[in-house]
């Protein structure tokens, strides 16, 4: 979780299924999500292509962390984005925006992103971890 994760990024879930014809073309960070950057069109066009779907859930999730480290606090509050799209049963997340603040010359960082969600199939089933195919 570095800044490699900015605006676009996509980041999945380790153990999320993914159509046998598919494989990531990414790095899994000290979390063990793999981040996409720049290939969003083809990671979905090869989803679309293996029948597959790579749902995009409405509502913003954000997380702010205090902290004067850049590193651990953005680490932190993609740990929460992560623990909130696990409680949707969600297995990715999409960032939308990073920014870096301070309130009274205490720094912040404030994620926003949504939940993203693949699958077999055309109905959202609500389980994260669905079989490859």
């Known amino acids: 979780m570095t800044d490699a994760n900015t605006a676009g990024s ?13 494989r990531l073309r990414g790095e899994p960070d000290s979390s063990g999500w793999t981040t996409l950057n ?16 790579f749902f995009f859930m409405a509502g913003e999730i954000k997380a702010t962390v205090f902290g004067f480290d850049r590193h651990k606090t953005m680490r932190a509050a993609l740990q929460r984005l992560m623990m909130n799209v696990k409680s ?29 969600h ?10 994260p971890f669905t079989d490859s195919i």
């Open 10 to 22: 996509i980041l999945i879930e380790p153990r999320a299924r993914l159509p046998n014809s598919m």
């Open 118 to 127: 693949l699958q077999k199939g055309l109905t959202f089933s609500g389980q």
């Open 38 to 53: 720049g290939a969003r069109a083809t990671f979905e066009k090869e989803v679309q292509e293996a029948g597959w779907t």
């Open 88 to 116: 949707h049963n969600c297995n990715a997340i999409e960032i939308t925006q990073v920014s870096v603040e301070s309130f009274f010359k205490v720094p912040y960082v404030r994620v926003t992103a949504h939940a993203r």
